[in-house]
């Protein structure tokens, strides 16, 4: 039977002129990675730090580990990791005695094995006697990562971890926090990247002012939400438009591209034959399988791109 | 507390301004004032006689313009009440002042000493002699017309060692290093910790803000132990000073310490940015400084400050130092130390209570 490692129970956290978090709920089992998914400023960071213990609710209840977080957490802050939003090192330690330094506020004395056996987890076995205010971008969230895990905890919360990285280095660290999981780690992680939650996680709870609008595995999401398959005419333009409205359809026209949804996998053969004998040029014919962006597009009526919502 | 230590002394503008930078203090005022006067002197003095000639001869001296008077009880022992109020020169006129100005200006001979008690080899002290030789001189030529009766007998403070001018200054920089080093500094590291969001990871550990705030404590206390040593031995080594280190004194810096790293980290609960953090530290910093006697006497000061400066902590600090370093007087710088601890629980209850490391 699975454990619930996180329980959320109609949380709101209410400032003077805002809800930020209004009435939200959810479970995270153990060992599951769970994803907040939303735009900047729907409400994913005030989440996340209530069960970190940062904040306080205005209501509701908030249970990581079995432990009510308004009053509980010293009880359990070893056994919980986070990397907060933003996460910046002490610069003038290296990240050998960073990881050390973090130990001993955890009341753990680490050798100096396991201390590089953290470094090396994360990747910054070369690095390890850097200063970090010399560290990249990418090597100071590792960083910040080996610190979360020196305790080594249940739970992580990773919040917002790879905003603001490079492609390269946002994919590298990816492959760490999989790992986190397949250790057995229960991970939390908010993100305004649709890919890295449909990449990561195994539950995705979708945000947008303070509430959760759709909730359930990328799969889930997709086949609910996604509208199904799409055919794309790409470069046949307005006259393909024309041309698809002659056969009784009805497409979209996305830039130069003419897109025809396929609500039903059953229907695609039959679409695609049809599509097919169109005459009008144009360079390819290609299916396309619904995502989070579609999903987030279906539910939210926008495009999220860097966090920020573009209609 | 190493951690923090090693990020401290990798700053080097830090480690700078804690270890470097009350020396070359030392050497350029040492330099400067090591073997001249420099302020206003305030001049102590015992009238035995309370007469009008008595009264006449203390308002010619405070219309010199370079002497100030203040009076001694008449009841208290001279040397005693120098030694405890940590006096750098006082005048005693004694009794029968009147009576000798009066037979000589009827013709008898006659003569008064007043004794000048202070320390010799200081500037304050020669000014003081040539003020009341002075006024003496002034009195004979035009009360007795040139026939010496005033004479001024110069003598050391009984029981004090020979004094210099770094003796006396000394415990104002160690004042002034007491207040800088921990106040200056817990105000940047907590506009650092809040911009850089420092406090709200360290809010994911077990460490809790009384344990931190008191290991900011024990750095700052051992770094100004070895800030002070260092200052002491430029004293010693380069300006031949007598004061030394005494227990009180490390009890007092000890708490000093434990006041301004408090009051740093209560002033960081409005800190929002680097820039606030050094506006707020410098304007409560700076005037203290030079208002608490870190640099001339509180006495020098015009009335309205000197009772200002009764409600500035670092008064305590200065006159605490001042009382057991250079007049090894520690039973006033006992109270010095407690009131200097009173302000230092007050600021560290502040101080744990109101910082939070909690959003809200």
């Known amino acids: 039977m699975a454990e619930p490692v996180i329980e959320v129970r109609d ?33 994913k960071t005030t989440t996340v730090e ?49 990881v050390a330094y973090w130990a001993q506020l955890f009341g753990r004395s680490m050798t100096a094995e396991e201390i590089s056996g953290i470094i090396q987890t994360v990747g910054l076995a070369d690095r390890a006697d ?13 960083l910040g990562i080996a610190m979360s895990l020196v305790g080594r905890p249940e739970v992580v919360f990773l919040d917002e971890p790879t905003t603001g990285l490079d492609p390269s280095a946002r994919r590298e660290l990816w492959g760490l926090i999989r790992q986190l999981k397949r250790e057995g780690t229960t991970i939390l992680l908010t993100t305004h990247y649709l890919d890295e939650a449909e990449q990561l996680a195994d539950d995705v709870a979708i945000m947008n002012h303070g509430k959760i609008v759709a909730r359930g595995s990328p799969a889930e999401l997709i086949a609910q939400h996604g509208g199904g398959s799409s055919i794309v005419l790409a470069g046949a333009g307005e006259d393909g438009l024309r041309a698809v409205r002659a056969r009784g359809i009805t497409p979209e026209l996305q830039g130069s591209d003419v897109v025809v949804k396929v609500p ?3 229907d695609m053969r039959r679409m695609l034959e049809k599509l097919a004998s169109i005459d009008t040029p144009l360079n390819e014919i290609y299916t396309k399988r619904s995502s989070l962006e579609d999903v987030f597009m279906n539910l939210v009526g926008a495009r999220m791109q860097e966090g920020v919502l573009a209609t | 507390m190493k951690a923090f230590g090693t990020q401290y002394l990798r700053s080097r503008v830090g480690a700078f301004f804690a270890l470097i930078f009350p020396i070359l203090l030392i050497l350029l005022f040492g330099a400067i004032f090591g073997s001249s006067g420099s302020t ?4 102590y003095v015992q009238d035995l006689d309370n007469k009008p000639a008595s009264h006449a001869f203390i308002d010619a001296l405070n219309h010199t313009n370079v002497t100030t008077t203040r009076a001694i009880p008449a009841s208290a022992n001279f040397s005693q009440y120098i030694r405890e ?26 003569t008064v000493n007043l004794t000048l008690a202070g320390d010799q080899t200081q500037s304050s002290y020669g000014i003081a002699v040539s003020v009341v030789d002075a006024v003496a001189t002034a009195f004979n030529l035009q009360v007795v017309r040139a026939s010496p009766v005033v004479n001024v007998v110069p003598t050391s403070i009984p029981g004090l060692r020979h004094l210099t001018y770094i003796d006396l200054f000394l415990p104002g920089i160690i004042g002034f290093t007491v207040l800088s080093t921990p106040l200056f500094g817990m105000t940047a590291i907590c506009a650092e910790y809040r911009s850089r969001r420092y406090f709200k990871l360290l809010a994911t550990t077990k460490l809790s803000k009384a344990e931190w705030l008191a290991a900011k404590v024990i750095f700052h206390i051992v770094l100004l132990f070895v800030s002070v040593a260092l200052m002491v031995l430029t004293g010693i080594f380069i300006f031949g000073m007598k004061a030394g280190l005494t227990p009180m004194a490390l009890l007092i810096i000890s708490a000093g310490t434990l006041e301004f790293t408090s009051m740093g980290m209560a002033l960081g609960i409005f800190v929002r940015d680097p820039e606030t953090g050094a506006a707020i530290a410098n304007a409560i910093g700076f005037p203290m400084m030079f208002l608490a006697g870190s640099f001339f006497p509180v006495d020098a000061m015009p009335a309205f400050l000197q009772t200002f400066a009764r409600f500035l902590p670092l008064t305590y600090i200065n006159e605490g130092l001042r009382a057991t370093m250079t007049f090894a007087t520690d039973s006033t710088a006992l109270v010095d130390l407690v009131i200097t601890l009173g302000f230092a629980v007050v600021f560290f209850v502040v101080a744990a209570r109101g910082l939070s490391w909690k959003s809200k």
């Open chain 2, 85 to 110: 109020h940590s006096i750098n020169v006082a005048l005693q006129i004694p009794v029968g002042f009147q009576d000798a100005l009066a037979k000589a200006q009827n013709g008898t001979k006659a």
């Open chain 1, 50 to 98: 209530i069960l970190e213990g940062l904040r306080d609710p205005t209501s509701g209840d908030a249970r990581v580990l079995g432990v009510d977080v308004r009053s509980g957490y010293r009880k359990i802050r070893d056994r919980v990791g986070v990397l907060p939003q933003d996460f910046e090192p002490f610069d003038r330690l290296k990240p050998r005695e960073a």
């Open chain 1, 130 to 142: 850097t200063l970090a205010m010399n560290l990249s971008g990418g090597e100071k969230r590792r």
């Open chain 1, 11 to 43: 949380l709101v956290k209410r400032y003077a002129d805002l809800t930020a978090v209004d009435g939200v709920s959810f479970q995270v089992d153990r060992g599951m990675m769970f994803s907040l998914l939303g735009p900047n400023g729907a409400g």
């Open chain 2, 40 to 43: 206003t002197v305030t001049l």
């Open chain 1, 264 to 266: 039903v996998a059953g």
